[in-house]
């Protein structure tokens, strides 16, 4: 069982080069979320899903898009990027625990990117 | 709008000594309260977390938590930390059906333990 896994761990682009995020979990768990940290403001939600085909913005979701076409996985992609997208992004996902209720979020290991 | 602070941005204390971690919260009703701690160029990792019942929390790696709602607060403790505590700690608020909202984090607390 591995849990929630992120690929790639790191990256480097150029300013307007394009990427995308891969973000897995092996838990069957309906939501999935994309986050932000920066040093000093905490993380940051980007996207959240709430189920296989959908996707809903979070805080601070410009420059960015997600798609979630299997139940599994959640992408995260940036069609051009921006020096102010230099972070380390996080992937989470929660459970369903009955009654509209959500449980804890299980977090992946990161990905360091960084745009020149 | 849900806010989180965690007012103390760095804390040094001695291996072995106790721990307190500060966490206050902005919240119109009861919300989910969740305390995570982040080890260098790891993930967070969840200690602890209340939803109901119990005001007293007891967690993973002999951390507890208590909620007192007459402050706002939900403050991490331990009572003797050991060196392999170095870490961040953060913790997050979020409604009771957060699937469909934002769970709130705090600014993290960042602890540094001395032999």
């Known amino acids: 069982n591995a849990g929630v896994t992120q690929t790639p761990k790191f990256r480097v682009l150029k300013t307007g080069q394009s990427m995308t995020l891969l973000c897995a979990q092996d838990m069957n768990h309906e939501y999935m979320y994309w986050y932000r940290q920066d040093p000093g403001m905490g993380l940051r939600l980007i996207h959240y899903?709430?189920?296989?085909?959908?996707?809903a913005k979070g805080e601070v979701p410009d420059g960015y898009n997600v798609s979630r076409l299997k139940k599994q996985n959640f992408l995260l992609g940036l069609e051009s990027a921006a020096p102010s997208q230099t972070s380390v992004y996080f992937c989470?996902?929660?459970?369903?625990?009955?009654?509209?209720?959500?449980?804890?979020?299980?977090f992946g290991p990161g990905t360091r990117l960084t745009v020149l | 709008a849900q806010s989180v602070t965690q007012p103390d941005i760095h804390i040094t204390v001695s291996e072995g000594a106790s721990l307190e971690l500060r966490c206050n919260y902005s919240?119109?009703?009861?919300?989910?309260l969740f305390w995570y701690v982040q080890s260098p160029g790891q993930g967070l990792q969840l200690l602890l977390k209340?939803?109901?019942?119990?005001?007293l929390v007891q967690g993973i790696k002999g951390f507890e938590a208590e909620f007192k709602r007459s402050q706002s607060s939900f403050n991490l403790r331990k009572p003797s930390v050991h060196w392999s505590d170095a870490a961040e700690y953060f913790c997050a608020v979020g409604p009771p059906n957060f699937g469909n909202e934002k769970l709130t984090f705090g600014t993290g607390t960042r602890l540094t333990i001395i032999p």
């Open positions: 209340y939803f109901s019942g119990d005001t």
């Open positions: 899903s709430v189920g296989e085909g959908t996707t």
């Open positions: 989470a996902s929660s459970y369903s625990v009955g009654g509209g209720q959500v449980g804890e979020q299980f």
């Open positions: 919240y119109g009703a009861t919300p989910y």
